[in-house]
């Protein structure tokens, strides 16, 4: 059986609960990355052993 939370007494599936938690977690994606370019953007250079990755964005 599926589960069910209540919200202001309406039961609302999980399958919305959780749907509803990855637009948060989208949201708050693009907010840090609105904040990143409002920063200034940034640079990364990362190098594991004979891995190398280099990325910047702004």
């Known amino acids: 059986m599926a589960r069910v939370r209540t919200v202001a007494g309406h039961a609302v ?19 840090l990355a609105f904040i990143v370019n409002w920063a200034g953007g940034g640079d990364l250079h990362l190098r594991l052993g004979h891995f190398f990755l280099d990325v910047g964005f702004t």
């Open 13 to 31: 599936p999980g399958i919305i609960v959780f749907f509803f938690w990855v637009v948060v977690a989208i949201l708050a994606i693009i907010l």
